[in-house]
């Protein structure tokens, strides 16, 4: 069955970029939507946001400013990158596949994240 | 941003018990409604998606309904492995909110 493995330093300082890979393994990255969900110490989540197979994104409007989401097929990996990171963006990153559908227009409506990876934990200090 | 709003934060319950958690959108989200369970330590397990389908391999005794704004997540004949804490998540607009959590924890 599929399953997703995050990858990336543990620690970041502040003001540099968090950079994390979700290697997908047991299945294609095609065609799915892919998403990155976060867990502050001792809260609740935090949904980042999500990318199509073919690069299209979603992000969550709280981070767009520094979140920029990628995918490599060949590799069958996506990824994170948040840049200008604070102790605020200390978390445990996870990336997760989403349920999704197509009406007969061509909308897509998405559903659970399914899948998940183990998590990563990203503590931002100098 | 739509709002998801879970009651009760947290509750305590017996091994046997029947258990409902409720969560409210601050608008209209259809059925794109989603609940997880989560253990200490563990990634989110998907439950129900869609409001009421239960994901595959998850025990028949989990169930969701709801439309619109107001969803359920019950738990009938609570087992000691469903100790955990649970969370609703929409997926009817970006972004894809999660509730905050309820802790079902053994009284």
């Known amino acids: 069955q599929v399953q997703l493995q995050e990858s990336g330093p543990g620690l970041v300082r502040p003001s540099e970029t968090l950079s994390l890979t979700c290697s997908v393994s047991?299945?294609?990255?095609?065609?799915?939507?892919w998403g990155w969900i976060r867990q502050s110490p001792g809260k609740g989540l935090e949904w980042i946001g999500n990318?199509?197979?073919?690069?299209?994104?979603n992000y969550n409007p709280s981070l767009k400013s520094r979140v920029t989401l990628s995918i490599d097929t060949s590799k069958n990996q996506f990824s994170l990158s948040l840049s200008s990171v604070t102790a605020a963006d200390t978390a445990v990153y996870y990336c997760?596949?989403?349920?999704?559908?197509?009406?007969?227009?061509?909308?897509?409506?998405?559903?659970?994240?399914?899948?998940w990876g183990q998590g990563i934990t990203v503590t931002v200090s100098s | 941003d739509i709002q998801m709003t879970q009651s009760p934060s947290s509750l305590s319950a017996s091994v046997g018990d029947r258990v409902t958690i409720t969560c409210r959108a601050t608008q209209s989200i259809s059925r794109y409604l989603n609940w997880y369970q989560q253990e200490p330590g563990k990634a989110p397990k998907l439950l129900v998606f869609g409001a009421s389908s239960l994901e595959r391999g998850v025990p028949s005794r989990f169930s969701g309904s709801g439309l619109g704004t107001d969803f359920t997540l019950t738990i009938n004949s609570l087992q000691p492995e469903d100790f955990a804490t649970y969370y609703c998540q929409q997926s009817f607009s970006t972004p894809h909110t999660f509730g905050g959590g309820t802790k079902v924890d053994i009284k």
């Open positions: 997760a596949r989403t349920i999704w559908d197509e009406d007969i227009v061509g909308k897509h409506y998405h559903y659970g994240l399914d899948v």
């Open positions: 990318i199509f197979y073919s690069g299209s994104t």
């Open positions: 047991g299945g294609s990255i095609s065609p799915k939507y």
